[in-house]
């Protein structure tokens, strides 16, 4: 069975800070991998795809890199608005699979 | 702009079946996959599985195999989930969203609707 790790669970930074965000794959499927944004109560929202492209309108600040089975989200700066779970997804054979999420919240 | 607007929520008793629809709007409908992702409550992401929404052609996930159906009418830009014999478990947020890329390994859901509440409860 193809999994998806997410690691740390939950991430406690404050603003200003970096955050790094990892993604580990059971195996080595692709160098495609995405990441998504979920506030509470709202649907998810694209941040980067292809391991490292980010999406229309997405700042900067958000980068995302790695290869294989390692792959890391990368937040600079964190502003206010970027507390909020992340997750990853990757596609194997035709199937797509998420990561349990990492919640990074408020120091 | 492109967006998918979902419908409304549901309440259904346990063994009964659901149908959400997923209207897509700002881009050409069969031009993209429609993806079923559903959501518990404090949980993380499930995904469901895709649809082609030019063939019709589906890939489900193992755990909805036997129980979930999608289908689409080109003609009015929508795309439907059914779930059947419904239980608990069941109870989520079911969210459509527009497949971007192809093929076994190249794939991300770039656009979503904002979710449809399921409650199955007796």
């Known amino acids: 069975e193809f999994v998806l790790t997410q690691s740390p669970a939950t991430l406690s930074l404050s603003p200003g800070e970096r955050a790094t965000l990892s993604c580990r794959a059971s195996q080595s499927v692709s160098n495609y991998l995405a990441w998504y944004q979920q506030k509470p109560g709202q649907a998810p929202r694209l941040l980067i795809y292809d391991t490292s492209n980010r999406a229309t309108g997405i700042p900067p600040r958000f980068s995302g890199s790695g290869s294989g089975t390692d792959f890391t989200l990368t937040i600079s700066t964190l502003e206010p608005e970027d507390f909020a779970v992340y997750y990853c997804q990757q596609r194997n054979n035709w199937r797509d699979t998420f990561g349990q999420g990492t919640k990074l919240e408020i120091k | 702009q492109v967006q998918l607007v979902q419908s409304g929520a549901e309440v259904k008793n346990p063994g009964a079946s659901v149908k959400v629809s997923c209207k897509a709007s700002?881009?050409?409908?069969?031009?993209?996959?429609i993806n079923w992702v559903r959501q518990a409550t404090g949980q993380g992401l499930e995904w469901m599985g895709w649809m082609n929404s030019n063939t019709g052609n589906t890939g489900y996930a193992q755990n909805f195999q036997g129980r979930v159906t999608f289908t689409r009418n080109t003609s009015i830009s929508t795309a439907y989930m059914e779930l059947s014999s419904l239980r608990s478990e069941d109870t989520a947020v079911y969210y459509c969203a527009r497949g971007r890329g192809g093929g076994q390994y190249y794939y991300y859901m770039d656009v979503w609707g904002k979710g449809t509440t399921v409650t199955v409860s007796s």
């Open positions: 700002g881009y050409t409908f069969i031009n993209n996959d």
